[in-house]
């Protein structure tokens, strides 16, 4: 059974940068030609595809968040990390990391989901 966890600080100050980590255990992030991705949802919204990272370590992003996002990976601890640059307070959401087996923003493409964390922006 996969699970996967995120980690990361509940708040970030205006224009710093956001950095959650997502921890996957019973599978390893290197095989199985998965798409290993990160998801939000602000307060009141739907959910938004941020990007992915796949089992070969490429990275796709969502044009919309592209100039200040970036998706890396730590194989030797089978973990997945977003890092979101210049935060604002619309930065403000619950993050998801989940796991597709193919390049979607369709959440009901995604088979495996963490618990999401709370993260906040604010001064």
């Known amino acids: 059974q996969v699970q996967l966890q995120e980690s990361g600080p509940g708040l970030v100050k205006p224009s710093q940068t956001l950095s959650l980590t997502c921890t996957v255990s019973?599978?390893?992030?290197?095989?199985?030609?998965?798409?290993w991705g990160w998801i939000r949802q602000p307060p009141g919204k739907g959910l938004e595809w941020m990007g992915a990272i796949t089992y070969d370590g490429s990275t796709y992003y969502n044009p919309s968040l592209k100039s200040h996002t970036s998706i890396s990976r730590d194989t030797s601890k089978n973990q997945f990390s977003l890092q979101l640059s210049s935060v604002t307070p619309e930065d403000t959401a619950v993050y998801y990391c989940a796991r597709s087996d193919h390049l979607t923003q369709n959440r009901d493409e995604y088979d495996y989901w963490g618990q999401g964390t709370q993260v906040t922006v604010s001064s």
């Open positions: 019973g599978g390893s992030i290197t095989t199985g030609y998965y798409y």
